[in-house]
Each structure stands twice: as C-alpha cells, then as structure tokens.
T-cell receptor
C-alpha cells in the first residue's frame, strides 16, 4: 500500500526567504502526488500535482514542487515566503492503479515578518 | 461554482444521539469522499463513492457509521449512536474522477459529542 511521510511537524521561515516543505512517498506502482494547504477552520485547498511529464510542477500562489523518483520525494518550494503562506500543508499520494489517496500528517508552516 | 457544500458547519450533540452530516459535491464531479480529521490521527479517509456507488468503506470506524449517496448531488454520513470519541472535523470532498484528479474539499463539519 502507498504511504507518504512529512518528516517535519513545523517549519519556520522569515518573510522573503525561500521555503521548503518536505515530502517522501512509498508506492509499488507509479505515483500521483499532490500538495494541499489548509488555513484555520477551512477545508484543504489544492495547490499542485504531479502526474507525469516535467518533474518540476508549478502551482497556485507561486508554489512549486519537484518530483524526484530516485529519492522518492516531492518537496514543496517557494522562492520568497509571505506571512500569508502560514498554514498547514499536506502532501498526498495515490498509485496509478489504486484509487486510495493517502495524506501525510501535515507540516505547519509559519512565516515570520 | 459554489464549491463543495457541507451542512451543518458545527454540530454539538449528546452521546447516544444520531448525527447526520450532509454534503453537496461540485456539479459534474463523479467521485465523492468523506474524511475525518483529528489532532491525534490526522486526516483519515472514511469512505468514497464513484458514480454514487460506494467503492471503499474500509475506513469507516465501525457499524455506527454509515454513508449514502442517493444521487449525484447529495451524500450523507450518519453516526448512530454517537460517542465522545467521534468528535472531529468531518470533510467531504469531490473530484472529476480518481487516479490523477485532485479533490476539492468542503469547509467541514465540526462535530462535538458530549
């Protein structure tokens, strides 16, 4: 069965600095990878996904993620963080032959002014 | 589009009572998912439907939980009888399909069972 790990519970960065939120996955087939963001008292909001093709995926709000098959990683990045990026971020994985999507435990990003 | 609609947004009930959560997916989406989120267990998939048919309910905690999707625009999650450990935020999500399609989440229902 597929699984996903977010090794950091919390990431703190200063506004204007680059940010990285880490995600690693485990699947037996080809992965479909997703990033979602959750603001307080809201549902999860889709940011970006990797299905196939270019390993660098660009998404909403200036976020991007790089699929690395050899390292089984899909880290979320942004060149310059904003205070408004502070939220809970979830990585998710689904195998191409399985409809079950697995979410990571989430990483709380705090961007300080 | 209004997005995924869930009701009620908040529900407080006493142990033993029946609770019904409602969801209206985005029009045209043929997959619907129910999740539960708690601090201890994170986000858990309870059940999902494809074209109104339940496909996988292995995440449903026990027989007290049941879900239905009578048509493409409505689904319910029922807990009977409710217990304090059922307190959580319950999310409904819909998507155009499974596989490579992203899910769109509703705002959630915060359930408190006293």
């Amino acid at each position: 069965a597929q699984s996903v790990a977010q090794p950091e519970d919390q990431v703190n960065v200063a506004e204007g600095n680059p940010l990285t939120v880490k995600c690693t996955y485990s699947v037996s087939g080809n992965p479909y990878l997703f990033w979602y963001v959750q603001y307080p008292n809201r549902g999860l909001q889709f940011l970006l996904k990797y299905i196939t093709g270019d390993n660098l995926v660009k998404g909403s709000y200036g976020f991007e993620a790089e699929f690395n098959k050899s390292q089984t990683s899909f880290h979320l990045k942004k060149p310059s963080a904003l205070v408004s990026d502070s939220a809970l971020y979830f990585c998710a994985v689904r195998e191409d032959n399985n409809n079950d999507m697995r979410f990571g435990a989430g990483t709380r990003l705090t961007v300080k002014p | 589009d209004a997005g995924v609609i869930q009701s009620p947004r908040h529900e407080v009930t006493e142990m033993g009572q029946e609770v019904t959560l409602r969801c209206k997916p985005i029009s045209g989406h043929n997959s619907l998912f129910w999740y539960r989120q708690t601090m201890m267990r994170g986000l858990e998939l309870l059940i999902y439907f494809n074209n109104n048919v339940p496909i996988d309910d292995s995440g449903m905690p026990e027989d007290r939980f049941s879900a239905k999707m009578p048509n493409a625009s409505f689904s319910t999650l029922k807990i009977q009888p409710s217990e304090p450990r059922d307190s959580a935020v319950y999310f409904c999500a819909s998507s155009l399909g499974t596989s490579g399609y992203e899910q769109y989440f509703g705002p959630g229902t915060r359930l408190t069972v006293t």
